[in-house]
């Protein structure tokens, strides 16, 4: 099972990505993650990344797409993966068909969450009082949402295209939304 999961940031991805890849049982990678731990541990790939997501900025798609390739080698995502986070750009998708493809597979299901853009930015405020994260303050999260609408947004119509997309209404408890994307997986017809 090969996933992507998309959203506006603070659209719950990163919690939703944990149980459906469970549900898979496969792994659920997050570049933002991977960024942060990179960042908090230092590394030369952390100090790079962290000019860019401190600004709100996406990290050049080079180190990006480096990046994913060398994890979606690693052994545990041969069965599959979901992504999160990634791709966030046109260049990246062509990147990902790039990667996937040679290794003989196809894209599953693109799983896009939808939310209202007021309840985003409390969901985001909320969450800088609780996990503390440098990018969470207003004016990054608004540059956050800007580069979301104008580079990442437009990826939704490319999916569709495809017929892989599906879209789940984010608003509501973590549990229900779960069970959206669930449902919504199941009715995915096969291609
Ligand atoms: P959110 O979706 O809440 O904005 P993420 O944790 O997914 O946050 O990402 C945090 C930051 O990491 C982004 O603002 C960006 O700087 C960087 N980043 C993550 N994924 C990518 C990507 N695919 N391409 C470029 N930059 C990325």
New binding site residues.
């Given amino acids: 099972m090969r996933l992507l999961i998309m959203g506006p940031?603070?659209a719950g991805?990163g919690t939703q990505a944990a149980f459906i890849a469970e549900h898979f049982s496969i792994p659920a990678i997050?570049?933002?993650?991977i960024?942060r731990a990179n960042v908090s541990q230092g590394t030369p790939l952390g100090v790079e990344?962290k000019k860019?997501?401190d600004a709100?900025?996406?990290?050049p798609d080079e180190v990006?797409n480096r990046m994913v390739r060398d994890r979606i080698d690693e052994p545990d995502a041969e069965r599959g993966f979901l992504l999160d986070?990634?791709?966030?750009?046109v260049a990246?998708v062509e990147e990902l068909d790039g990667m996937i493809a040679f290794t003989g597979h196809r894209l599953d299901a693109v799983v896009v969450l939808t939310v209202d853009q007021d309840e985003i930015v409390q969901r985001l405020l909320q969450r800088a009082e609780t996990e503390g994260r440098a990018?969470d303050t207003e004016e990054v999260i608004r540059r956050?949402q800007e580069v979301y609408a104008e580079q990442t947004a437009p990826l939704i119509d490319v999916y569709r295209e495809r017929g892989i997309l599906v879209e789940v209404d984010g608003l509501g408890e973590v549990d229900e939304v779960t069970q959206r994307v669930f449902a919504a997986l199941d009715t995915t017809p096969e291609s």
Wanted: hydrophobic share 15%; proline share 8%.
């Fill in positions: 940031p603070g991805k997050s570049t933002g993650d960024f990344a860019y997501m709100g900025e996406y990290v990006t986070g990634y791709p966030r750009t990246q990018d956050r």
